[in-house]
C-alpha cells in the first residue's frame, strides 16, 4: 500500500488577527506531524478567520481589507519554512491581496517548501456581502504534489464550489486524484452527502476541513475515491487524519464507470448557458441584479 495522510485542522480563529491565527495554525501543523500526518489542511480564509466586514459584523471594511495577504507574503512564507521544516506539505487559507479586490484562496506549498498551486475561489458566495466584493477564480488547476510515497495530482475547491458539481467535473477532467476543500459553513447531512457524491462521481478522494464549535460546527471529514467514508470528525477543536492508499485509488480509477469514462460532453451545451429563467434570478449580497457573466 501507499498511504498518504491528510490532516483536516479543525480550529477556531480570533478575527482578522493574522497574527494570531497564525500562530493558532502552526500549532496544529505541528500537532498534524506529530501524527505522521503528509498533508495538513486549513479551513476556508483562516488568516482572518473567515470574518466578514460592517455592516455585516463590526469589523470596518477598511480593517478587512487591511488584513488582504499576498500569495508570497509573510503569511504564506511563514507555512512555506514550517512546510521544509516539518517535511510536510499545507494547504494555507487567506484573503489573498489582489488588484481590485481581494480573493478567497488555497495556496498548497509542498514538503520541501515550495508553492505549487495556487487555487481563487471560483464560485465565490455572492449572496454575501463579503464574497460579492471579491475577486472570484477563474480555473480549477491542479498541481503533481511530491509526496513519500510518490506523486499525487492535488486540486481544490473552497466551500460554495463543492455545492456546484461542474467544480469536481472540472477538477477531475484536469486529473486530480485528491481534492483539498478549505470550508466555513455548516455541515448537514446534505452536504455531507455533497462531498461524498463529489468522491464517489468522479473517482477522486476528497478531504474537507471546517471550524470548530462555536464558529462553525466541525464536522470536517474525507472520502475516498469509491465514496467511502474515511473520517468524520465531531464538533470540537482538533486535528483530524484521514488515511489515503493512492494504490487502491488508482485500481478504483483505471477501471471504474464514473469519472469520463462514458459522459456525453457533446449533449452538454446548455451546461454553458448565461440564461438564466424563474425561478433562479437572484440579487447579489450588495442588493445588485446577479450577472454570472460578470463574474
Not at 201 to 227: K, R
Not at 239 to 247: H, K, P, Q, T
Amino acid at each position: 500500500m501507499a498511504i498518504i495522510r491528510i490532516a483536516m485542522l479543525q480550529m477556531i480563529a480570533v478575527g482578522i488577527d493574522v497574527k494570531a491565527n497564525l500562530e493558532i495554525a502552526d500549532a496544529a501543523c505541528r500537532e498534524a506531524k506529530q501524527q505522521g500526518a503528509d498533508i495538513a489542511l486549513m479551513p476556508e480564509m483562516w488568516s482572518i478567520g473567515y470574518t466578514r466586514f460592517a455592516p455585516d459584523s463590526d469589523v470596518p471594511y477598511e480593517d478587512w481589507l487591511a488584513c488582504a495577504q499576498p500569495a508570497d507574503g509573510p503569511f504564506v512564507s511563514h507555512f512555506e519554512a514550517l512546510a521544509q521544516a516539518l517535511d510536510m506539505a499545507i494547504g494555507v487559507a487567506l484573503l489573498e491581496a489582489w488588484p481590485g479586490a481581494p480573493r478567497n484562496t488555497l495556496v498548497l506549498v509542498d514538503r520541501h517548501g515550495n508553492r505549487v498551486l495556487t487555487y481563487a475561489k471560483v464560485h465565490t458566495s455572492d449572496f454575501k456581502r463579503m464574497e460579492a466584493s471579491m475577486t472570484p477564480g477563474d480555473d480549477f488547476p491542479v498541481c503533481e504534489l511530491d509526496t513519500a510515497v510518490g506523486p499525487v495530482a492535488v486540486g481544490s475547491m473552497i466551500c460554495f464550489d463543492r455545492e456546484q458539481p461542474e467544480s469536481a467535473r472540472c477538477l477531475m477532467l484536469n486529473g486530480a486524484e485528491l481534492v483539498l476543500v478549505p470550508n466555513a459553513c455548516t455541515i448537514e447531512d446534505c452536504r455531507s452527502a455533497q462531498l461524498k457524491t463529489r468522491a464517489y462521481e468522479n473517482m477522486m478522494a476528497v478531504a474537507m476541513a471546517n471550524y470548530a464549535t462555536p464558529q462553525q460546527n466541525g464536522n470536517s471529514q474525507a472520502y475516498g475515491a469509491d465514496g467511502s467514508l474515511l473520517i468524520q470528525a465531531g464538533e470540537a477543536e482538533g486535528v483530524y487524519i484521514a488515511e489515503l492508499d493512492l494504490e487502491a485509488l488508482r485500481a478504483h480509477r483505471a477501471h471504474g464507470i464514473w469519472g469520463n469514462a462514458y459522459r456525453r460532453p457533446h449533449r452538454y451545451g446548455i451546461l454553458v448557458s448565461n440564461e438564466v429563467r424563474a425561478p433562479f434570478e437572484r440579487t447579489n449580497g450588495l442588493g445588485e441584479r446577479f450577472e454570472r457573466e460578470e463574474r
